[in-house]
């Protein structure tokens, strides 16, 4: 099974995106993948059906597919500058109902270790954002240079 961590944020001018894909080969309870291990306050673990049954979720779909990380580049950036964070926890969506639980904006808690700790996450969000890029990009780079090394070997051969 193949599950997407679906994300709406909390800011206006962010749409919502998809912040990991996952396959699974059982088909099991989604509270116990690894997309709920890794999806945050803000997501809901949906499969690529469902995400076609909405125009919204959708446009994530096509984004995610084109590796288009640009709605999670720009929420994160609002973030760090607002200080912002959602407060609902995740939701997972069943067969039955259509629409993700809605949520309210958030502030940073006032406890000062909690507070540590929302902010040390994010930094963590941020490193593994950058690596992830990285990773994309040397991954394209490496089957670029696969497909012009079996041109010359089709060349030659």
Not at 10 to 20: N, Q
Not at 21 to 30: G, K, L, N, P
Not at 127 to 148: D, S, W
Request: charged share 35%.
């Amino acid at each position: 099974m193949r599950y997407y961590v679906y994300c709406e944020s909390d800011e206006p001018l962010v749409e919502p995106f998809i912040l990991a894909e996952v396959v699974r080969d059982i088909d099991d309870d989604r509270s116990l993948s690894l997309a709920a291990a890794i999806a945050g306050p803000r997501a809901c673990i949906l499969t690529r059906r469902e995400l076609l049954q909405s125009p919204e979720r959708r446009a994530a779909l096509d984004a995610w597919d084109a590796r288009d990380d640009s709605m999670f580049e720009t929420e994160t950036h609002l973030l760090t500058r607002t200080g912002r964070v959602g407060t609902v926890r995740l939701h997972v969506v069943d067969e039955n109902e259509r629409e993700p639980m809605k949520r309210s904006a958030g502030r940073l808690p006032l406890d000062r270790r909690m507070r540590e700790t929302v902010l040390m996450a994010r930094g963590l969000r941020e490193v593994t954002r950058q690596i992830t890029q990285r990773a994309r990009a040397l991954r394209v780079e490496l089957h670029e240079q696969l497909r012009e090394e079996k041109k010359v070997g089709d060349q030659v051969g």
